[in-house]
């Protein structure tokens, strides 16, 4: 062999070498990229499913407090009116911010509850106030797991050089699951 044929053919093996590793690196990541964003949805899913949950018991809870509480009319259409939302948002981001609202005003109803000794008492409101505390505990470890699988996401998608594989395929970051500035405030408890 002479010089030149192995010169080129050295050349040939070292482009073959980069181009496979750039085919591992670029199939390797995309990879990674969608399995990663079908965890976020999944995560999501898991979300939904305990905030379906809680929207299907809501109207439950409601008509046991107003038989009680017919005076607390506002706080029951406030409740009612924020399950509304819950079912009426579109994307994960409003989806996130009805159910805070939701979150908020079953706050509140639950304060009402406080005032009315026999409604403590009702064996119905008895169990459906479990179940929702049941529910409420659920949805606080998917959200957990949700903003985990976002965190994990949005790491690999936003470091280098992945982004710039994440950028030609149009990964987008996902929206955390964030508490409402309303929920950080002290509550006020009243007797």
């Keep these: 062999m002479t010089k030149g044929k192995i010169t080129f053919f050295a050349t040939i093996g070292v482009i073959l070498l980069l181009v496979i590793s750039f085919y ?3 199939k390797g990541t995309y990879n990674r990229f969608v399995s990663m964003d079908e965890a976020v949805k999944g ?8 905030l379906q949950r809680r929207y299907d018991l809501i109207p439950n ?3 046991t407090v107003k038989g009680y509480a017919k005076q607390e009319k506002d706080v029951l259409v406030e409740v009612t009116n924020a399950r ?3 079912g009426g948002a579109g994307t994960v981001p409003d ?3 009805a159910n805070n609202e939701l979150s908020g005003a079953l706050s509140r109803l639950l304060v009402v509850v406080e005032k009315y000794p026999d409604l403590k008492s009702n064996q119905n409101f008895i169990r459906l106030q479990d179940e929702l505390a049941g529910t409420e505990n659920r949805i606080a470890v998917e959200r957990m ?3 985990e699988a976002v965190k994990g996401y949005n790491v690999a ?3 280098f050089p992945a982004n710039l594989l994440a950028g030609m395929f149009g990964f987008q970051k996902a929206a955390f699951f964030e508490a409402p500035a309303t929920a950080k405030a002290t ?3 009243k007797f």
């Excluded at 995560?43 to 305990?50: F, L, M």
Aim: hydrophobic share 40%; no cysteine; charged share 20%.
């Design 145 to 147: 797991r949700y903003n």
């Design 24 to 26: 591992g690196f670029f």
């Design 84 to 86: 509304a939302k819950v």
């Design 95 to 97: 989806k996130i911010n």
């Design 157 to 159: 998608i936003r470091s």
């Design 61 to 63: 809870l409601v008509e």
């Design 187 to 189: 509550p006020q408890v």
């Design 43 to 50: 995560s999501w899913a898991q979300v939904e499913n305990q």
